[in-house]
């Protein structure tokens, strides 16, 4: 429950992505938060309060002039306790008295009214053209240099049936960006580029080998990179996971695809993680058509060769370079304290993170082992993404010492 704890004060402006906002209400609580939403007058002819105090849970404000509330001061008194707004949708119209500090109904008054060091998120959504339109680009400049955040647009199908920026962002890609808005930006300015997943060796052009990993761990990196701030790219072997919101994602399947797409990848990093379960070799001898059973029941003899190690090249970089700092993964079966040590110093790298047991693979939890230069930290038992943006934390800490990073 990522948001337990926290209330957020959900705003809905006119827009027809209003009806993506009643699925955006119900993610934010099973996250855990309270939710109080906030209607203008121009979103209750999208959707009805009455489906959004159903979703929140909590009674719906849309007017300044509401005779519910005692004191008439609902546009200060909701957002004393709250850790954020998030506008969702944010129309055009509302983003310009935003900008220019008007406040004509109660959601505009009480964004205007908010205590100063809460969090004002937007997500904006409308047609391309009045996206791209020089007063809403304008206004959109003018809420980042007042500190409110913008959560896309994104770009594709509009509702009017144009094509191009101004659609909201999806609900569960926002509640991502409001679960990343609340971590420390310990990364901010870094760019981290990291391999996950398993990779996949062709045999022939149906059959291959691959290994367990399902890419979790990997994908957690990158979300809590990309949470601390980092521009992320993530190039991932074969896995049925989504993109982590932001992330640039690089798919490939073998080893060797995964070591191209590193090597073109990494100049500029300032971090480079290997997560990617990679294979230690490929087969020799594939065959480029589908291999057929012989009638005489003899069987293929497959014939090996070893894969380029992508951490040791990169690691081989740094030596010269200084950069990228480099951290490694090690999933041992046994013994994993020495094992953990040796292959840190094989590979040539400050810092190896060990699973405790191959046994993680495709599991949402995990106890890992930091090596570096002093010896070893164990990271308790906890999910992915927690062990994950302690792992980040703990990089994070580790380059802010060295000026290279800066
Ligand atoms: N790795 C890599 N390229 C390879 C093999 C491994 O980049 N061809 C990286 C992995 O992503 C991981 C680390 O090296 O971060 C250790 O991988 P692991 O398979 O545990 O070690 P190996 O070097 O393959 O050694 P061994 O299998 O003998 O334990």
């Known amino acids: 429950m990522e948001l337990t704890g926290k209330k957020i004060v959900l705003g809905l402006t006119g827009g027809v992505a209003c009806y993506k906002a009643a699925e955006l ?40 002039w509401d005779p519910r509330v005692d004191n008439n001061m609902a546009h200060i008194d909701v957002t004393r306790d709250a850790d954020a707004m998030l506008i969702a949708p944010c129309s055009a119209d509302f983003m310009a008295k ?45 809420l980042r240099d007042d500190g409110i955040t913008l959560f896309g647009p994104a770009a594709g199908e509009q509702a009017c049936g144009e094509v191009g920026l101004g659609r909201m962002l999806e609900p569960q890609q926002l509640l991502e960006e409001l679960i990343a808005s609340f971590q420390p930006k310990v990364l901010a300015g870094k ?4 391999t996950a997943g398993p990779t996949f060796e062709a045999i022939d052009p149906v059959r291959g080998i691959t290994n367990l990993s399902s890419g979790k761990m990997g994908y957690a990196v990158a979300r809590a990179a990309r949470e601390a701030g980092a521009e992320v790219i993530l190039v991932s072997g074969p896995t049925a996971l989504a993109t982590p919101h932001g992330v640039q994602r690089i798919n490939v399947q073998s080893a060797q695809q995964m070591h191209d ?54 690691a081989a970089r740094t030596s010269v370079a200084g950069y990228p700092y480099c951290v490694g993964f090690a999933a041992e079966s046994e013994n994993l304290l020495a094992f953990g040590a040796a292959k840190r110093e094989k590979k040539g790298i400050p810092l190896l993170v060990g699973n405790i047991g191959h046994h993680t693979f495709g599991q949402d939890d995990n106890t890992i082992i930091l090596f570096d230069e002093n010896g070893h930290t164990i990271l308790p038992r906890a999910d992915k993404l927690t062990l994950a943006r302690q792992l980040i934390s703990e990089i994070s800490k580790r380059i802010a010492a060295h000026s290279l990073f800066q």
């Open 25 to 64: 209400c119900r993610a934010l609580t099973k996250a855990g938060a309270t939710v109080q939403v906030v209607m203008t007058d121009a979103a209750t002819h999208f959707i009805t309060a009455v489906t959004m105090q159903a979703l929140s849970g909590q009674r719906v404000y849309s007017s300044q």
């Open 98 to 142: 935003l900008a220019h500090g008007v406040c004509d109904d109660l959601l505009s008054t009480m964004c205007l009214a908010r205590p100063h060091a809460m969090p004002l998120l937007v997500a904006p959504a409308m047609n391309v053209e009045m996206w791209q339109n020089p007063a809403t680009q304008r206004n959109a400049q003018q």
């Open 191 to 194: 760019r981290i580029l990291i």
């Open 261 to 314: 797409a590193v090597m073109e990848s990494v100049g500029g990093q300032h971090v480079f993680i290997a997560v990617a379960a990679v294979a230690d070799w490929r087969v020799a001898n594939a065959s480029d058509q589908k291999m057929k059973k012989a009638a005489d029941g003899s069987v293929p003899e497959l014939k090996f060769l070893e894969n380029p190690d992508i951490l040791a090249k990169v």
